[in-house]
């Protein structure tokens, strides 16, 4: 039941000056007014992915943690490449060393475990069909299911 009050209602983006004046106290080096501006911004906006980002960006600058705010802001911009590269950054700098060689190790075997076999792939496939192209289509195709079955079989377990 309402009380019969007019509230009003509730954006769900900050204003373009919002945002503007946020961006140009992050600019201008401000960080703690940008951090204050932003976290009054959320309470209002809190699925401003932007303004997360900001915050991010404000905490980051004075030596504060973070790393929450990088995660809600890659989970509400999930197609932000420097979203992403930031929360990289965040968690690379809290694990532990030795952590970072042996995932770094990992990965580059892998990726070059990749490259070996989609090279061999296309050298087989152009044998047998006598086509660069239709070579081309098969390590194309493997390229997919290599993406898309853990995309369909595995969820993400991170609740942010």
């Known amino acids: 039941m309402q009380s019969g009050k007019n509230e009003p209602r509730q954006q769900t983006q900050p204003s373009t000056a ?14 703690a007014d940008a951090e204050n ?13 932007h303004v997360w980002k900001r915050l991010s960006l404000s905490l ?4 504060k943690d973070p790393l929450f705010a990088l995660q809600r802001a ?13 929360l990289g950054r965040a968690l690379h700098g809290i694990s532990h060393p030795n952590w970072h060689r042996s995932t770094f ?14 090279g061999l792939e296309l050298g087989i496939a152009a044998q047998f069909s006598g086509s660069v192209q239709a070579a081309s289509w098969s390590v194309a195709v493997s390229m997919l299911l290599s993406g898309g079955i853990p995309w369909l079989l595995l969820r993400n377990t991170l609740a942010i």
């Open 105 to 118: 190790g990992i990965y580059r075997f892998w990726r070059d475990l990749a490259y070996g076999i989609s």
């Open 18 to 31: 919002e945002v503007g004046a946020l961006v140009a106290l992050f600019n201008v080096g401000r960080h």
């Open 74 to 86: 890659s989970y509400l911009w999930p197609d932000d490449a420097g979203v992403h590269n930031n």
């Open 60 to 63: 980051h600058m004075q030596g």
């Open 37 to 49: 501006r932003a976290r009054s911004l959320l309470a209002l906006h809190p699925d401003a992915g």
